[in-house]
């Protein structure tokens, strides 16, 4: 796509993607088409932003990515402020990485959630604000205490994911640049990163289930008989698979799930394509690691997800959080499915940027004193400006004594240019336009 220019200038930046953590930042850098910082940033950031951009193309889209250093809100609110102050002609900013996914939140059938399908927030719910009484926590609930909607741009955009042809096209889309996203990643020797873990790994075990020690062993896991009872540290850190916990006491699961693995055993790739999911996040400074409090939360708030810089973000920057689920917010421990859940959500990403319609930019161009300079040589600068009725491409321009003019404009347009030439520039040199 050739027609997008790599912009001039900060203020020309429209789109931000911010990742949590560092692997949700390399799955989206597999989405870019180009990068513009390969030999060294073009742009700066304002005093007092300590965050690092990474800016490049994706699509049409001229995109900044930043990694934020530290998770939950607090840090990802200060970034946001900090992208704000740096680049003010950012619309939305997408928070793209992995979540925790409610399994049976919606009501219906058809709405159950997968491990690698992609959430994408209608609304963020900060879900641990609020007091905590002896007897109970009480979450504050105001109009105050509540972040807002989004805003209408990004309403519309959203409202749209929600009929029929719009989740149709947003999922085909997704589930295409996944593909392109492991091809790009598979070339650069990446293989098998980011390649569907299988229906066999999607465990959802009932919430009363313990992640502990399960074979004979002499820590507290032992005396773990409740959702009460505390497990040892090792186990906390410990996969499923090297506790022992029973496939026995997994959930049963509805259609979805049956449906992939028909497809898996016909070996048809379409097993790994994602459904995506419109609905409320719960975003908080703790992750969930508790199915039953999960189950709680999600039936209070109606939220399908649990994540933890969505809500930092949101206060400070219009904003879309996009996350791919990859695992059901429980004590359970399997990291097998964070970078294809990372992948799923970026190419989500991908699919909803090609839904979003850019919005006419009215440049106010404020010219830096250094561009008028048309060639600098040692201490000499000589600038110029040429104002004519017929300049054009191939004109030449040529250098003279005359300091009293500036830079080059015909109606509108700016021609800009920097000559650094050793000892050769001197004076009757030509230049073309
Ligand atoms: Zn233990
Ligand atoms: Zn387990």
Redesign the pocket.
């Known amino acids: 796509m050739a027609s997008v220019k790599k912009p001039s200038q900060r203020e020309d930046f429209e789109i931000v993607i911010i990742c949590g953590l560092s692997l949700e930042f390399n799955a989206v850098s597999f989405l870019f088409d180009e990068f513009w910082d390969e030999d060294g940033d073009h742009y700066g950031r304002s005093s007092g932003d300590v965050n690092h951009y990474t800016t490049g193309r994706i699509g049409r889209y001229s995109v900044l990515l930043t990694l934020l250093a530290h998770m939950g809100k607090t840090h990802a609110a200060s970034a946001a402020a900090c992208i704000r102050s740096s680049y003010g002609g950012i619309r939305p900013a997408l928070l793209v990485g992995i979540c925790g996914g409610v399994p049976h939140a919606a009501s219906g059938e058809d709405d159950e959630i997968l491990l690698g399908d992609v959430i994408i927030s209608k609304t963020v719910v900060q879900y641990d604000f609020g007091r905590l009484n002896p007897h109970k926590f009480i979450r504050m609930n105001t109009f105050e205490d509540n972040l807002g909607r989004p805003n209408k741009d990004i309403r519309n955009l959203l409202v749209t994911f929600e009929t029929d042809i719009g989740l149709e096209r947003l999922q085909r889309r997704t589930a295409y640049f996944l593909k392109q996203l492991q091809a790009n990643a598979a070339g650069r020797k990446r293989q098998g990163r980011y390649s569907y873990p299988g229906t066999a790994e999607d465990k959802l075990f009932k919430p009363a289930y313990r992640h ?2 399960h074979m004979p ?1 002499a ?4 005396d ?1 008989n409740s959702i009460f009872d505390p ?5 906390v850190d ?1 996969s499923c698979k090297d ?1 022992g916990c029973d496939n026995i006491y997994l959930e049963p699961r509805r259609r979805q799930l049956e449906e992939k693995r028909q497809l898996e055993q016909e070996k048809s790739d379409k097993a790994q394509e994602p459904t995506v999911h419109v609905g409320s996040i719960a975003s908080g400074d703790m992750a969930m690691k508790s199915a039953e409090d999960r189950d709680r939360i999600a039936r209070r708030e109606g939220v399908i997800a649990f994540e933890m810089d969505g809500a930092g973000v949101w206060e400070e920057l219009p904003c879309i959080v996009i996350k791919g689920v990859c695992d059901y917010a429980d004590c359970q421990n399997n990291n097998r499915w964070q970078n294809f859940a990372a992948a799923t959500a970026a190419a989500a990403l991908n699919a909803i940027l090609e839904r979003y319609i850019q919005t006419d930019r009215i440049h106010k161009r404020v010219v830096d004193p250094s561009e008028r300079e048309l060639i600098i040589q040692g201490a000499s600068r000589y600038s110029s400006e040429v104002r004519g009725e017929d300049v054009r491409q191939g004109n030449e321009l040529q250098v003279s004594s005359s300091q009293s003019s500036r830079h080059y404009a015909q109606e509108g347009s700016y021609f800009g240019g920097i000559i650094r030439a050793a000892g050769s520039v001197v004076q009757g040199n030509k230049f073309s336009i």
Do not use: F, G, M
């Open positions: 502990k020690h062993c820590c507290i896991c032992r773990c497990v040892c540290d090792e186990a410990s506790l």
